[in-house]
């Protein structure tokens, strides 16, 4: 019922910076927590940032102080400035949303970040 499309992401030296964004479409009228989570090769899949519609956020600590979550209501986006990024931050990044009284989770394709010299 949710489409959700990642863009932006690409490779990057150590120190430099990517802003991620994610679209919504389809039923967007009642989404609720939006969020980023990243999966690297041989890894589980874990959570990098969520945000409420009312920008409450919330940061793995792998990443807190680099790393900005936001949205965009009017839009149906959800952002993610990366800064200072790090080898290890080299992940797939997957957009996901939830909705208001429902327990189903939407994801998108992800989107590649490589952060290599």
């Known amino acids: 019922q949710v489409q959700l499309v990642e863009s932006g992401g690409g490779l990057v030296q150590p120190g430099g910076s990517l802003r991620l964004s994610c679209a919504a479409s389809?039923?967007?009228?009642?989404?609720?927590?939006m969020g980023w989570y990243r999966q690297a090769p041989g890894k589980q899949r874990e959570v990098v940032a969520t945000?409420?519609?009312?920008?409450?956020?919330n940061y793995a600590d792998s990443v807190k102080g680099r790393f900005t979550i936001s949205r965009d209501n009017a839009k149906n986006t959800v952002y993610l400035q990366m800064n200072s990024l790090k080898p290890e931050d080299t992940a797939v990044y997957y957009c996901?949303?939830?909705?208001?009284?429902?327990?189903?989770?939407?994801w998108g394709q992800g989107t590649q970040v490589t952060v290599s010299s």
């Open positions: 945000i409420t519609p009312y920008s409450t956020t």
């Open positions: 389809g039923s967007v009228f009642t989404i609720n927590v």
């Open positions: 996901n949303a939830g909705k208001y009284l429902s327990t189903v989770m939407y």
